[in-house]
């Protein structure tokens, strides 16, 4: 038999459904927005070293008027060479960013300090996808224990920038694709006096980071392209200088090819640290060839704006049956601390995995794509194409501290080159010392 309800039970019960109803559609709309993406009420602070026209400009993309979402979203830009003690600073304060750019090559120095992609997004981006999006580089540099800890909006590698006029005076019409035929055309493209002094270096190799700043990049890729096993399996012990069974000599031989360049008394002799840096040497028009990241190239046309230059791709072993390219890039990562990681997070994915954001953001930094799409249909800028497809087949290697690793090397080079330890030992000393530093 149906009971009568009072007046005020009445009103009880229907302030009860309205509050269900309620309950229910924020619900929904949190779901519609990934399980807390960047909507109303939403303020998040990303810091970097990219141009702020170059952020601003997307985070306008994103929550700029039609685009459905009103987050509060700041960028602060911060010059590189004080970023990571800034960053590292204002985190130990708890006054850091919700959202900020680790290395690819740093993700052991900043684990503890940031915080995957959460479960609630794992739906709609994951590993599958990831692979999907981005080229193999950026599930080696960012994945560890299954967990995605950044994403890239560009990837950058190393490339060969070569003096066309140089090529075309000493008859050389095709441009190396292998090291072994770039380095038959060394004595062509080499000047020397009758003394043996060099007016114009055939290439920038064989030198310390003094002159060369990516000579360890450049041997680590040579290593790489060797065969070398650089670390353990794990990653936890750097092996480059005598492999898992101790007697591997592919790393040597690989460091021993890179400091013949700058050896005086060898027939392959072209460099040697008192010839400036590789970058500014080129740009004068003195040196043939150099090996450098797309970011070289706004400082030459600045710089030299008259020079015939062009951009191939990095040298490959003649028996190599697949290339190995070296990659060097920035991922943005989320704070562990942030009160807003889901919403980070949303923003993060929506920039990286859209090809609209990241054309708007290439147009703005001028640098190659990260996304296999853009990558797909990069090809059609000249000076682009070269850094673009050589993500697909860049490599990586676990570093604890790529800072300190990169010193290491360099103390290494120039132990040899100021003859305090021969190869085979500056090599297993910058091993051991790697190992001590944490790897």
């Known amino acids: 038999m149906p009971k009568n309800f009072t007046q005020k039970q009445i009103v009880i019960i229907g302030g009860a459904v309205l509050a269900v109803i309620v309950l229910g559609v924020v619900f929904f709309l949190s779901i519609r927005s990934g399980g807390g993406g960047a909507g109303a009420g939403v303020s998040l602070t990303v810091w970097g070293t990219d141009d702020s026209k170059a952020f601003n400009d997307l985070i306008q993309s994103y929550s700029g008027p039609g685009s459905g979402t009103s987050a509060q979203i700041k960028y602060v830009q911060i010059p590189a060479a004080q970023y990571r003690t800034r960053v590292l600073s204002a985190l130990a304060a708890g006054t850091g960013p919700d959202i900020f750019e680790i290395s690819n090559r740093d993700l052991a120095q900043w684990q503890n300090l940031t915080t995957p992609v959460p479960a609630t997004l794992a739906t709609t981006f994951n590993q599958v996808t990831l692979q999907s999006d981005f080229p193999d580089v950026v599930t080696q540099d960012f994945v560890s224990g299954g967990n995605i800890y950044a994403l890239p909006l560009s990837i950058d590698t190393l490339a060969m920038i070569y003096n066309k006029d140089m090529f075309n005076t000493a008859g050389i019409a095709a441009v190396p694709t292998t090291w072994e035929g770039l380095q038959a055309n060394l004595p062509q493209l080499r000047v020397e006096t009758p003394q043996g002094q060099i007016t114009q270096a055939a290439l920038a190799l064989g030198g310390s980071e003094t002159s060369i700043p990516n000579a360890p990049d450049i041997i680590f890729l040579l290593m790489m ?11 936890s012990t750097v092996k480059f200088a005598s492999g898992a069974n101790g007697n591997d000599t592919s790393g040597l031989n690989a460091f021993n090819y890179y400091l013949q360049f700058g050896n005086a008394a060898g027939s392959d002799y072209t460099w040697n640290d008192g010839m400036g840096t590789a970058l500014s040497s080129f740009m004068q028009g003195k040196t ?24 191939a791709p990095m040298p490959q072993p003649a028996n190599a049956t697949v290339a190995v390219n070296y990659a060097k890039y920035n991922g943005l990562a989320v704070s562990r601390s942030s009160a807003n ?17 990241e054309n708007i953001y290439l147009k703005d930094a001028g640098t190659p794509p990260a996304l296999r799409s853009v990558i797909s249909s990069d090809f059609t800028i000249p000076t682009m194409s070269i850094f673009a497809s050589q993500a697909l087949t860049a490599k990586s290697w676990h570093e604890a501290q790529s800072e300190t690793f990169d010193g290491i090397m360099n103390t290494a080079i120039q132990n040899v080159l100021s003859g305090a330890a021969d190869p085979s030992t500056a090599l297993n000393q910058a091993q051991s010392a790697m190992n001590g530093a944490g790897n």
């Open 225 to 235: 392209q060797n065969g070398t096993q650089m670390t353990s399996v794990g990653g």
């Open 288 to 311: 043939a060839v150099i090996f450098d990241y797309s970011s070289a190239l706004a400082q030459i046309k600045a710089t030299s704006p008259f020079l015939n230059y062009g951009v």
């Open 341 to 357: 990681i889901a919403s980070a997070w949303n923003f993060i994915i929506s920039l990286t995995t859209s090809a609209a954001d």
